[in-house]
């Protein structure tokens, strides 16, 4: 747990939100989340090279640095002072290692960034390792391992989510600090190649690590547009179905919240090659938006749990694994 002791809902560790991937996004949208939040800004995938995900990251640290409401991490002193300050800390993550070119010394260039996660794999086989909707699951490379050493080295949390079960076990195997799955739901509820098995998620909380939870309609098998109520209601089932499986010390939340989801929704369409019918047969996506995620505190306490659990969710589980990968 964290030193400082707000009120749950006051402020969030957000594991994984999207703003659009180009350099006219609005980075003041991100205040929609509380203050004293700590939020972890997507600044690529598969498709993004590491001159992409670099001007990426540079143009949101511009952005952040003009506007008062926001504190860049570079070390974990800023978490506690964006809170005292009340600004909404901000770092980075990577979905894919495609962006590091294929050389591990660009984990420490992305370091200096600001990212803090990366995961492997994003959806299909890479050089590190297979995607979750590989029909064939070989795991993580040579290479994947000698990235998870990278990762640990420097600092940067290892994460499973949109890689396959097997790489994502084997992650697990292979790092020495906690790893995560930054914005993964269960498929022991809803059966989805996205959603991450049981066996996955014992052996991420066995590693001291913790599963963030998505708003995402497709991945909480509700999806309908009009349905924000029955989405919010699934958030919170994944959130009590985690800490059944594997205790209150290793969930959390990554909602995936995607700040211009038309365009999202558009390069899913176009891009078959990335994301299959799993993603698109449900039509588009739907997510939970930052002011709905606030309100899963209030649909936990309804169903019995007390404010040190929901704070544990909230922000305390993320913040201790922090503490332990951070800190390489
Ligand atoms: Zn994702």
Request: with cysteine; aromatic share 10%; charged share 25%.
């Given at each position: 747990m964290s030193g400082l002791r707000p009120?749950?809902?006051?402020?969030?560790?957000?594991q994984h939100c999207c703003l659009?991937?180009?350099?006219?996004?609005?980075?003041?949208?991100?205040?929609r989340y509380p203050a004293g939040s700590y939020l972890s800004i997507n600044i690529g995938y598969?498709?993004?090279s590491k001159a992409d995900s670099t001007r990426l990251a540079e143009y949101f640290r511009w952005n952040a640095s003009a506007d008062s409401r926001f504190r860049l991490v570079t070390g974990r002193d800023d978490l506690a002072v964006a809170r005292a300050d009340e600004r909404i800390a901000l770092a980075f993550d990577l979905e894919d290692s495609g962006p590091l070119d294929g050389d591990l010394a660009n984990v420490e260039h992305f370091h200096a960034l600001g990212v803090r996660s990366l995961l492997p794999t994003y959806n299909h086989v890479n050089a590190a390792g297979c995607g979750?909707?590989?029909?064939d699951d070989t795991g993580l490379t040579a290479y994947g391992r000698d990235l998870v050493r990278e990762l640990n080295a420097v600092g940067v949390f290892v994460d499973g989510s949109h890689c396959s079960v097997r790489t994502g076990l084997d992650l697990a195997a292979t790092t020495q600090r906690p790893m995560i799955y930054s914005h993964s739901n269960f498929a022991g509820l809803w059966s989805h190649p996205r959603n991450i098995t049981d066996d996955q998620a014992r052996a991420c909380a066995d590693t001291g690590g913790v599963i963030g939870i998505n708003g995402v309609g497709i991945f909480l098998g509700r999806?309908?547009?009009?349905d924000g109520a029955g989405r919010l209601a699934a958030m919170a089932d994944h959130v009590e179905y985690g800490i059944d499986l594997v205790g209150i010390d290793h969930v959390g939340i990554?909602?995936?919240?995607?700040?211009?989801h038309v365009d999202f929704n558009h390069e899913m369409q176009q891009n078959p090659g990335a994301f299959s019918a799993a993603y698109t047969m449900f039509g588009p996506l739907q997510w939970v938006p930052p002011e709905d995620t606030l309100r899963v505190w209030d649909v936990l306490a309804e169903r019995g749990f007390d404010d040190a659990a929901i704070a544990a969710v909230a922000h305390g589980n993320f913040d201790r694994a922090a503490r332990q990968v951070w800190t390489a």
């Open positions: 009120s749950p809902s006051r402020w969030l560790w957000e659009p991937l180009h350099c006219r996004a609005d980075i003041s949208e991100l205040a598969s498709p993004q979750c909707l590989d029909a999806n309908d547009p009009h990554g909602s995936d919240y995607s700040f211009d």
